[in-house]
């Protein structure tokens, strides 16, 4: 009798070892699971962040377009405003023109009219 309590106590003792290694396999099955679904989720934000950087990037690139032709655009005028500025008059040419609009300017220089320069001539062919 003393041996068939020893293989039912090996056996309870299989059945107990089985039992335990049931439930550790279930805890790493769950676990597994968890890390999966975490994985997943990771993947699924990872391809959303990845999408909007793509979206922001894209609309960068557009912005920085835009700006390189605003660039262009205002070297252009530059240019042609540089192209202008050769016509204009210089300082010195001002100051010159302003002397002669002094000098003939009616009010501030003596003018003699016709009639008085005839009357100052018939005045000196008299003398």
Do not use: C, W
Request: hydrophobic share 35%; net charge positive.
């Amino acid at each position: 009798m003393a041996k068939r309590v020893e293989v039912g106590a090996v056996i309870s003792e299989i059945i107990r070892r089985l039992n335990d290694y049931g439930r550790r396999i279930r805890l790493l099955e769950e676990r597994m699971e968890k890390v999966e679904n975490e994985i997943n989720e990771l993947e699924r934000v990872n391809e959303e962040n990845f999408s909007k950087l793509k979206i922001s990037s894209e609309r960068l690139f557009e912005k920085l377009k835009d700006i390189a032709t605003k660039i262009n655009e205002i070297e252009e005028k530059i240019s042609k405003l540089n192209e202008k500025t050769k016509e204009f008059v210089s300082k010195d040419e001002l100051k010159t023109l302003e002397s002669y609009v002094e000098m003939f300017h009616p009010l501030k220089s003596k003018f003699v009219t016709k009639d008085e320069l005839n009357v100052l001539i018939q005045k000196l062919k008299k003398k």
